[in-house]
Each structure stands twice: as structure tokens, then as C-alpha cells.
């Protein structure tokens, strides 16, 4: 029941209707016993402005920002972590007496998948980060943020990867490696590299039989698909056929959304609940 002690939480974009973060995160709320509301608000950047605007004056905790709203949101806000700087986008707002604090929970929420779920070691690990856009700059910010022992980053726009590059060197003063696609040296950091992570569109419904890697030469210990739509990618299947271990973007998912509950609320997120509805609610639209 939302009375006057409710804290509201908002989700900022559009188009929403498929969104599972809503049943995610109420269901977590419920189970940490807060009187906390999440509900999806449609706004493009348009109209943003003056959504933030009445978030300040309500009893807002604060509010998730997905497509397009992203980067627009940038110039609205008070204080930007520096992850989020970094990555030049912002998915989590907080509001500390009227003032509004951003952070990117993306990059945080596929670490933490990978930590916590894979078991993997952060700094003893070689990644290949395909597609250096949103999702990209988020995971490869922050896996260089936490020490990763080399980052190999490609991308269809050489400027795109670049500029990743340097953003990372600039925030962080470490060197990402840069290889163009389908080349020899591409094909020899895949070799080299122990998780493999797409972070493109490419494999995503309705395109089903795409594949954002024609072939991959050698097994990788694990190949990471952050599409869950379908939940098993081309990239996945072929990976799987070499003995790789494989993982779509579900994880991301549910640990960037309990990265977002604790910057709100203060408190370790219940995982096991949102993991759950996570889980039961990609069975239902699989």
C-alpha cells in the first residue's frame, strides 16, 4: 500500500512495457520489509528536464535512467560518480536533499555477476570486450577500475574504441589494448583472452541468427552475451560446441538492479529474490 512515508523510485524512458525491473525491484523492496514503490515513468529527453525537476520536490529515494535517456540526464544532475564520468553515461540517480546523484550501475552489475556467479578473479583476468558503446564503456570502465589484468576492446567505429581507450587511461591511468575487427591480431587476443564479453546488439531478437563473431578458433573459459533475448545467442551455442562456459545478460541484469537498491536504500540487495523474478519472468516471455 503506498501512503505519505512512501519513498517512490522511478524508471526513466522509453518505450518501457517490457521492462522486468518494476516486478524486480518491488519485489526486493518487499523482501527487505521498505515501504519503497518502483513504477516505470515513459519520458524521452524531451521531457526529461521536468521529470527530474519534480523528483527533486517529491519523496523520490531516486530513480533508474535506461534508453534514451542515458546521457541527456548528464546535464540535469548535481554530482556524477566518477565511474559514471568515465563511462559518459548514467543509469542510477540518487536524491540527497534535493539534489541528484548520479552513478552507472551496468559496468558494477556485470563485475559483480562475474565475481559473485563465475567466480572469476577480476585482476588476474584477460578480457575481449566486442562493442564499445554504452554497455561496452560501462563493463570495460569499470573492469578496468578494478585492475583487470588486460583489456582488449574492438568495435565496428576504430573512434568508438579509442576514445574507450583513452577515457579509461584518462580516469583510471590504465592502458586498454585496441584491434580491428577481423583482423590476424583480433584473432590472436581472442585466443589469448579468458572471458570474451559481446557487448553489441548483434544475436539480439528478431535477429536470431546473427552472430557478432563469425567463428570462434580456440575454447575460451567463459563467453559472456550480455543480449537475454534470446536467452541463448548464436554466439552462446557456437561457444558452448567448443567447451567454453557461457552466460547471457541476465546477470547484468539482476546485479546492476541490486547495485541501484543499495545506492538507494543503504542496504545489501536481496539477489536471491530479484534473481528469482528475474529468472521466472524470462521464462514467461522465452
Known sequence: MIDVETKLVGLLGYPLRQSFSPAMQNRAFKAA??????????????????????????????????????????????????????????????VVDGQLIGYNTDGLGFAAYLEQD???????????????????????????????????????????AANLADSIDEHFSYKASRVRLGTPHMQDALAEADVIINATAVGMSPHIDDSPLPLLLDSTPLVCDIIYNPTTTRLMREAASLGCRTANGLGMVIYQGAAAFTIWTGLAAPVAEMKDTILELSARFS
Open 118 to 160: 563465475e567466480q572469476i578473479h577480476i585482476p588476474g583476468t584477460r578480457f575481449f570486450v566486442l562493442g564499445c558503446g554504452g554497455a561496452g564503456r560501462a563493463i570495460a570502465t569499470v573492469l578496468a577500475a578494478k585492475g583487470a589484468w588486460a583489456i582488449t576492446l574492438t568495435d565496428m567505429s576504430e573512434a568508438a
Open 33 to 94: 520489509g521498505l515501504n519503497y514503490y518502483y513504477f516505470p515513468i515513459e519520458v524521452t529527453p524531451h521531457g526529461l528536464r521536468d521529470v527530474l525537476q519534480g523528483i527533486r520536490r517529491m519523496n523520490f529515494a531516486g530513480c533508474n535512467v535506461t534508453k534514451p535517456n542515458k546521457i541527456e540526464v548528464l546535464q540535469y544532475l548535481d554530482a556524477i560518480d566518477t565511474a559514471a564520468l568515465a563511462i559518459g553515461a548514467v543509469n542510477t540517480v540518487k
